[in-house]
T-cell receptor, first 112, second 113 residues
Framework: NAGVTQTPKFRVLKTGQSMTLLCAQD?????MYWYRQDPGMGLRLIHY???????AKGEVPDGYNVSRLKKQNFLLGLESAAPSQTSVYFC???????????FGPGTRLLVL | LAKTTQPISMDSYEGQEVNITCSHN???????ITWYQQFPSQGPRFIIQGYKTKVTNEVASLFIPADRKSSTLSLPRVSLSDTAVYYC??????????????FGAGTRLAVHP
């Protein structure tokens, strides 16, 4: 039982490039989330999903897209990366009717 | 969603009890109070959650007064490994069918030898 895993762990992009971050969970959780964390700050919600095939916007969705084609996977896409998207990205999941969110180890993204 | 206020940083020494207080004046009836811990280069980890009075688990205790406008996370006999950022969050999963947690800047706890 690996919990929540994220791929890749670290990535460097040039402005304008695109990439996809993958989050996978093996706990059969219904809810999944993508957060970003900037230095010295708390986490901010980008997008979330309440089930397979459904997604919704969080606090800071601009510049990101998501997809949840399979229950265990939640993908975060950057179509045209900008330096302002340099951050650490965390994925989380939780079970329906339970409050606790389980977080992945994070993906560190640097956009030059 | 209720906003939370907690100290930016705290210092303690090994073996001491640490109490971190969080203010949430606008807490709603359905809101739970949850605390997460985050070590450098790791994702946050759930510590404890409560609705009212006192909750205790193997890691910490959570004290919530009757008016629920504040809460106190208590860490007994801290060690160096408790050095981390602690987040207080207030929210309810079931309002609107999702769990929208608002993370503030948290409290940076430094435990010294």
């Amino acid at each position: 039982n690996a919990g929540v895993t994220q791929t890749p762990k670290f990535r460097v992009l040039k402005t304008g490039q695109s990439m996809t971050l993958l989050c996978a969970q093996d706990m059969n959780h219904e809810y999944m989330y993508w957060y970003r964390q900037d230095p010295g700050m708390g986490l901010r919600l980008i997008h979330y999903s309440v089930g397979e095939g459904t997604t919704a916007k969080g606090e800071v969705p601009d510049g990101y897209n998501v997809s949840r084609l399979k229950k265990q996977n939640f993908l975060l896409g950057l179509e045209s990366a900008a330096p302002s998207q340099t951050s650490v990205y965390f994925c989380a999941s939780r079970r329906l009717n339970q409050e606790t969110q389980y977080f992945g180890p994070g993906t560190r993204l640097l956009v030059l | 969603l209720a906003k939370t206020t907690q100290p930016i940083s705290m210092d303690s020494y090994e073996g001491q009890e640490v109490n971190i207080t969080c203010s949430h004046n606008n807490i709603a009836t359905n809101d739970y109070i949850t605390w997460y811990q985050q070590f450098p280069s790791q994702g946050p980890r759930f510590i404890i959650q409560g609705y009212k009075t006192k909750v205790t688990n193997e890691v910490a205790s959570l004290f919530i007064p009757a008016d629920r406008k504040s809460s106190t996370l208590s860490l007994p006999r801290v060690s160096l490994s408790d050095t981390a950022v602690y987040y207080c969050l207030v929210g309810a999963s079931f309002s609107g069918g999702y769990n929208k947690l608002i993370f503030g800047a948290g409290t940076r706890l430094a435990v010294h030898p």
